[in-house]
């Protein structure tokens, strides 16, 4: 059998334009076998039943016309919420919002008796034709000559619908209609960027090789040892569990790597996007109480290198996907429509909280434009830089830059906008300065490394891990830690352990640099901070 073997071998070594039969039947066996896991791709047009059952939204009515598949005259069912009303005397119209779109559809009504008790905010249910102009800036409306049905109307004839015309706040809308804010354009259309970038960032990972998994949120160990945890406790005073329900104490999770390190010693490639807690006490516009969290794990590397080529893939594939799609193009309608909105009624977020469509039209070019990779420095050519650029009178810093402090916000966002022009990799960072985890460096540092983005400074941080027991131990004991909660961890050492890395990135800060939303609690559907959680 080995002697076949190796003949085949030959044979096909010196006929590479020939495939022998050996090796047809060799292909046809593997071309037999099931499919693995990374390599399903959703490529399949067929629609469940279930679905087709569903009705239209106003996003694939739009593109059905656009297509073709809806041609002028064709009957129409639009399902949504009422927008605004303008009733005339011989017409009305309302434009309708359903969510699916950042566009509406405008409903005109021949009779306009048909609208009297129409009303903005109301749902309803309206079948009528379809009429396209096409010198119109939105071609495509419905023309109603039947009643309509309304499926939702207000609680009481004498209320006022909370979300009128005129300017609101995004800290109005947080705190007073934290349930309904969703119905307003800018809202909606961040928790549609959330929506397409988990499936953006999904695609990347899949076509890579990892496997999506699911940490605890409820953990028995500080991950990064900071302290700022929320404790996890029985508020049942019929409890039979004792002081500690689990036994011990537990904490809501600030970061799943350490579990995410237990899955990735299987598994080799591993993921996950997960709610993630921390009890800091901050009232600023960059941090939450609850926020989500992407995490990532891989498995035989050495090479800090090979970490920041993953971090710096996942973000050019799923930004180029994501512009491809039309994802820009529909926030930045949106940024101009509200600068227009500024500009002539002089409504809008104060200037300081205004992020342009030329700002983030920027940005994600920055992220995508050119071939070569993005720039890496070491922290302390990065103390260099910023320390000469101070002795030039180039910038001056509110906080002094001195070697082994943390770079602040103000540092980094200077280092990318203005020494990288673009994203930039600080890498090798003093040990003293980062978490026990972290594998040692040359000089006293550690093989980590944080990516800087003009505007907004980190948006990822990872490293190489500590793989060797003696020296992880020896780490969490020169940290202070008690070690008896982390056995589980340090265990993946004992058996087989192998040289690792990974990254973390808050997945709000990406919302917010990619959809140019100024405060982070705008980028997740309910915020919870300090002294706030609303519902």
């Known amino acids: ?45 067929f629609t469940p039943p279930f679905l087709q059952r569903l009705p239209d939204t106003v996003s694939t009515i739009l593109e059905k016309s656009r297509k073709g598949e809806l041609v002028e005259g064709a009957a129409v069912t639009v399902h949504g919420w009422v927008r605004s009303v303008r009733k005339q005397k011989k017409i ?20 306009p008796s048909i609208a009297l008790d129409l009303k903005t905010g109301v749902s309803v249910r309206a079948t009528g034709k379809l009429e396209v102009t096409p010198t119109r800036q939105d071609p495509y409306e419905i023309s109603i000559t039947d009643p309509i049905e309304i499926l939702g109307d207000y609680a009481s004839p004498t209320d006022l619908y909370p979300l009128q015309k005129k300017f609101m706040t995004q800290e109005y809308l947080r705190r007073e209609h934290p349930a309904l804010r969703f119905r307003t354009r800018v809202n909606a259309n961040v928790m549609r960027l959330r929506s397409v970038a988990i499936t953006a960032l999904s695609a990347y990972f899949l076509q890579n090789g990892f496997f999506q998994t699911q940490p605890p949120l409820i953990t028995s160990s500080d991950c990064e040892g900071a302290g700022e945890v929320f404790t996890v406790a029985n508020s049942s005073s019929s409890s039979s569990a004792g002081e500690h329900f689990f036994g011990q104490k537990a904490y809501l999770t600030v970061s799943t790597q350490l579990h995410l390190e237990s899955l990735m010693m299987g598994l ?65 309608s949106l940024k101009r429509m509200l600068e227009k909105q500024k500009a002539t009624a002089k409504e809008g977020e104060d200037d300081e909280e205004m992020v342009t469509a030329d700002e983030v ?46 770079l602040k916000s103000e540092h980094e966002k200077w280092l ?30 550690v093989e ?28 969490i004991a020169a940290s202070g830690m008690d070690p008896e909660p982390l056995e589980w961890y340090l265990e993946l ?29 705008e980028a997740i559907a309910f915020p919870r901070w300090i002294d706030h959680c609303a519902c």
């Open 268 to 332: 080799t490639r591993v993921w996950t996007l997960t709610p993630a807690f921390r009890a800091e006490e901050s009232m600023t516009s960059r941090h939450l109480s609850e926020f989500w969290m992407l995490e990532a794990e891989v498995a035989f590397t050495k090479d800090l290198e090979s970490v920041m080529s993953i971090v710096e893939g996942m973000i050019r594939s799923a930004v180029t996907r994501m512009k491809s799609e039309g994802v820009l193009d529909q926030i930045l």
């Open 448 to 475: 980590c490394f944080d990516l800087l983005v003009p505007d907004m400074g980190e948006l990822v941080g990872g490293s190489l891990r500590e793989h060797d027991y003696e020296r992880l131990r020896g780490a």
């Open 92 to 111: 009305a119209f309302a434009q309708i919002m359903d969510g699916s779109s950042d566009q509406m559809i405008q409903l005109v009504f021949l009779d």
């Open 361 to 406: 039209s920027e940005r994600w070019n920055t992220l995508v434009a050119t071939e070569q990779p993005w720039k890496r420095i070491t922290y302390e050519q990065a103390i260099s830089v910023l320390q000469d650029a101070v002795a030039q009178g180039k910038v001056e810093f509110q906080h002094k830059v001195e070697y082994g402090e943390s």
């Open 1 to 45: 059998m080995i002697a076949r073997r190796l003949l085949t071998r030959q044979l096909c070594r010196r006929q590479p334009p020939i495939l022998c039969i050996a090796s047809q039947a060799c292909a046809a066996a593997i071309a037999a076998r099931p499919t693995p896991f990374r390599e399903v791709r959703q490529n399949s047009t």
């Open 493 to 521: 050492r004992k058996w087989g352990s192998v040289p690792h890395g990974g990254f973390g990135m808050g997945f709000e800060r990406l919302i917010c640099y990619l959809g140019g939303v100024y405060n982070i609690r």
């Open 416 to 445: 990318a906008r203005h020494y990288a022009q673009g994203p930039v990799f600080v890498t090798n960072y003093p040990a003293n300065m980062k978490p026990f985890y972290m594998l040692p460096g040359p000089d006293g540092t």
